[in-house]
Nanobody, 126 residues
């Protein structure tokens, strides 16, 4: 049975940092494109970052570029999202998802994603 499990969410002050983890069971993450999405209250889910299978090319949404970094640890079968300089507008439930296809040119096409995690809450507030 395939599972993606997110962890690492929590409450952090503006300007703070968090590292989210997406750990897989039942599949090998480096054979998939893995993306992080987020959904804020009252808003649609949006793509945040992705890392492609194999060579691990990465892509970031404009408002997180320079603040978030996605990495993959094949030995742990885990993808991380390091988030720094967090802002209140980063508050959302963060999901990881896996797709078989290459992410380019539509990395955030949700219909392409076959596996989803349950989400982890990130709250940025003073």
């Amino acid at each position: 049975q395939v599972q993606l499990v997110e962890s690492g969410g929590g409450l952090v002050q503006p300007g703070g940092s968090l590292r989210l983890a997406c750990t897989a069971s039942g599949l090998t993450l480096d054979s998939y494109t893995i993306s992080w999405f987020r959904q804020a209250p009252g808003k649609e889910r949006e793509g945040v970052s992705c890392i492609s299978s194999g060579h691990g090319g990465t892509y970031y949404a404009g408002d997180v570029k320079g603040r978030f970094m996605i990495t993959r640890d094949n030995a742990k079968n885990t993808v991380y999202l390091q988030m720094i300089s967090l802002k209140p507008e980063d508050t959302a439930v963060y999901y990881c998802a896996a797709r078989v296809s290459n992410p380019w040119p539509t990395p955030w096409e949700e219909d392409e994603y076959v596996y989803w995690g349950q989400g982890t809450q990130v709250t940025v507030s003073s």
